[in-house]
């Protein structure tokens, strides 16, 4: 029988490591294909959340941040009279369904509307920064005023 060798040992470690490395992103991805959208599990598959974000809908919001007037109601609520519709950039928002998963959202600055949109993903994007993604249209306003530093919102034309 031969002689195990250090060679040897590394040699078996840097492939056994190799092939784990290969075959855990198909394993993962294998796993969560079976699952149903928006689930995820945690750990080693005995604790399993839900949460499916673009479905959910966010909460109105009213309020001043960093001395900007900033609010925001799901487009198939009423708001002081509006219809579920908006000028954004001349765009008619129609109302959200259950065929859609994406919700439609007003959010305005300083009675100004600024385009925010819902990604796939769930998280929220507006037209100040398309890159930064946000969990909230709230915290896209947010952004959008620190962003904004004083400056007026422009409306946007198509």
């Known amino acids: 029988m031969q002689r195990l060798t250090r060679r040897d040992m590394v040699r078996a470690t840097t492939l056994a490591l190799a092939g784990a490395a290969l ?10 294909a079976s699952q149903p959208r928006g689930s995820r599990t945690a750990g080693t598959g005995t604790t399993r959340i839900v949460a ?7 909460e109105p919001f009213d ?3 960093l001395d900007r007037h900033i ?3 799901p487009v198939a609520e ?4 509006h219809d579920g519709h908006s000028a954004h950039g001349g765009h008619t928002i129609r109302p959200a369904d259950e065929g859609h998963s994406a919700v439609e959202f007003v959010v305005r600055v300083d009675d ?3 385009h925010v949109m819902q990604n796939s993903d769930g998280t929220w994007i507006s037209v ?3 890159y930064e993604t946000h969990h909230t249209p709230r915290d896209a306003a947010r952004a959008a005023v620190r962003e904004l530093r004083g400056a007026s919102l422009v409306p946007v034309t198509v």
């Open 78 to 81: 009423d708001h002081d009279g």
């Open 52 to 58: 499916t974000r673009a479905a959910q809908v966010p």
């Open 71 to 73: 609010e925001g109601w």
């Open 128 to 130: 100040i920064n398309h």
């Open 112 to 114: 100004d509307d600024l």
């Open 63 to 65: 309020e001043v941040y």
């Open 23 to 32: 075959a855990g992103p198909t394993a993962v991805a294998a796993a969560t």
